[in-house]
C-alpha cells in the first residue's frame, strides 16, 4: 500500500487545490469527500471513486476494504497529511478523491408524478446543504439549480449536505433553460413570491410539480414569476416578510408530500 507523509508532496498540493479552489475541480473534474459515511454514499450514488487516503490511528482497515468494491487506489497518509486535507473541525481519518459528475437537466430521469424542487441562484452553501437534505428526507425526483452562484462540489456543500449531495438527482442550468425543461416534460410549477401570490396550501402538488424557491434578499426573478403555474406564498404572522430559504423549501416540500399521502 502506498503511503505519503510529507505535505510538500505534489499530489497533496494538488488535492489542497481541489478543496480551496472551484477552478481546480472544473479543470480536473474531481473534487475531495471527506468522511465514510458521505464516501460510502457517494459510491451508493454512482459517483466514481478514483483515490483513498486514509489514516490509519482512525480508520480500520476492515472499514476500508468494506468501501472497496470497485477497484481504487489506496493510500495511507499521516497526521500532518490529514490535517492539511481535512475541512472539518472533527476528524474521521478518511477522505476520497472522485470524478464530479456532468449535472445536465438531460440526464435526469424522473418518475410518471415527479415532485422537483428548483432553486434560483442559491449563494450560500450551508442553504444548498440544508436543501439537499430536505429533498433526500422527501425523496424528492429532483432538485434543479438555476444560474448556480456556487460551485456544487464545493467542500462546504459537500459537508453541511451530509452526503445528501450524492442522493439527490441533481441538475443545474439557466432559468430560462430549467423553465423550458418544466414546460416540455408538463410539469406545473409554483413559485415562492411576495407578488401576486396565493396561500400556499390552497393549491393542487399531487400531479406532476415543481416548486421553486429564490434567495432571501431578492427572491425569484420576474421571469419565473411570469412564467409560474401559480406564484404562491407562505403566510406570515410576525414583523418581518421573508424566512430562511431552505426552512421555505421545507414548508413547501412536505405540504405536497402531505397531499401525496407520505
Known sequence: MKQITSIQNPFIKSLVLLQEKAKARKQTGTFLIEGLREISLAIKGGYEI????????????????????????????????????????????????????????????????PLILVAEAPEKPGNIGAILRTADAANLDAVLIANPKSDLYNPNIVRSSVGCLFTNQI?????????????????????????????????????PTALVVGTEATGLTQEWRDAATQNIIIPMQGEIDSMNVSVAAAILIFEAKRQRGF
Not at 62 to 80: A, C, G, M, R, Y
Not at 86 to 108: C, F, H, M, N, P
Open 50 to 113: 478514483e483515490t483513498v487516503l486514509f489514516l490509519p490511528e482512525l480508520v480500520s482497515e476492515s472499514e476500508i476494504n468494506k468501501l472497496i468494491q470497485n477497484p481504487f487506489q489506496v493510500i495511507e497518509i499521516n497526521k500532518e497529511v490529514y490535517q492539511k486535507l481535512a475541512y472539518r473541525d472533527t476528524t474521521e481519518g478518511i477522505l476520497a478523491v472522485a470524478k464530479s459528475k456532468s449535472l445536465q437537466l438531460s440526464d435526469l430521469k424522473l418518475s410518471k408524478n
Open 171 to 207: 441538475a443545474t442550468g439557466t432559468t430560462a433553460e430549467i423553465i423550458s425543461f418544466l414546460k416540455e416534460n408538463n410539469i406545473d410549477f409554483y413559485c415562492a413570491t411576495l407578488q401576486n401570490s396565493t396561500s400556499y396550501h390552497t393549491q393542487n402538488f399531487t400531479t
